[in-house]
T-cell receptor, first 115, second 116 residues
């Protein structure tokens, strides 16, 4: 089955700096890679996703890059703000046939943005 | 507000108790999920219901029993749990559009379970 490794487990940055979280996956058939953000006391929320037919996707201060050859993908947050502080989860699956059933999550990265 | 409501938010139970967790989604979605979240572990999928029919059961112990009476409600019945079952239990829903289109998961805020 799929295995997703996520690094680092904790990340502390100064407000305004960039933050990068990296994930690797094992199943070359995986083609859907979402990122979820979980704030304290809340459930995870989708912030961005990417499919394997593109190498990069951006949404304002958030971007995700995908390297299918190396089987890794990364989340980039620029101009970090205190409200970006949360736990971030990457996930991987093969889209098709109910892909959410087969989502494999990483262990999460606790991002702290210091004012 | 994500449109997915879980009750209770906190639950403490002994190993011989029977209790239930409830989830309700107000989004009109056609799939619902139970996930277990433990510290320093990935989210673990426990059960999936699509159109009220269970389609996935990831080898969860029988002391956890799901029930999905309709597309808006999902229950997790708990009995004779172990202390290692203490965790945050998250309910989620999604709209599955078709074979190639994964739907976004909408999570509730979770039920924090402590087994004494």
């Amino acid at each position: 089955g799929e295995n997703v490794e996520q690094h680092p487990s904790t990340l502390s940055v100064q407000e305004g700096d960039s933050a990068v979280i990296k994930c690797t996956y094992s199943d070359s058939a995986s083609n859907y890679f979402p990122w979820y953000k979980q704030e304290l006391g809340k459930g995870p929320q989708l912030i961005i996703d990417i499919r394997s037919n593109v190498g990069e996707k951006k949404d304002q201060r958030i971007a995700v890059t995908l390297n299918k050859t190396a089987k890794h993908f990364s989340l980039h947050i620029t101009e970090t703000q205190p409200e970006d502080s949360a736990v971030y989860f990457c996930a991987a699956s093969m889209a098709g046939g109910g892909s959410n059933y087969k989502l494999t999550f990483g262990k999460g990265t606790l991002l702290t943005v210091n004012p | 507000e994500t449109g997915v409501t879980q009750t209770p938010r906190h639950l403490v139970m002994g190993m011989t108790n029977k209790k239930s967790l409830k989830c309700e989604q107000h989004l009109g979605h056609n799939a619902m999920y139970w996930y277990k979240q433990s510290a320093k572990k990935p989210l673990e999928l426990m059960f999936v219901y699509s159109l009220e029919e269970r389609v996935e059961n990831n080898s969860v112990p029988s002391r956890f029993s799901p029930e999905c009476p309709n597309s808006s409600h999902l229950f997790l019945h708990l009995h004779t749990l172990q202390p290692e079952d203490s965790a945050l239990y998250l309910c989620a829903s999604s709209q599955e559009w078709g074979f190639w289109e994964p739907g976004e998961l909408f999570f509730g805020e979770g039920s924090r379970l402590t087994v004494l």
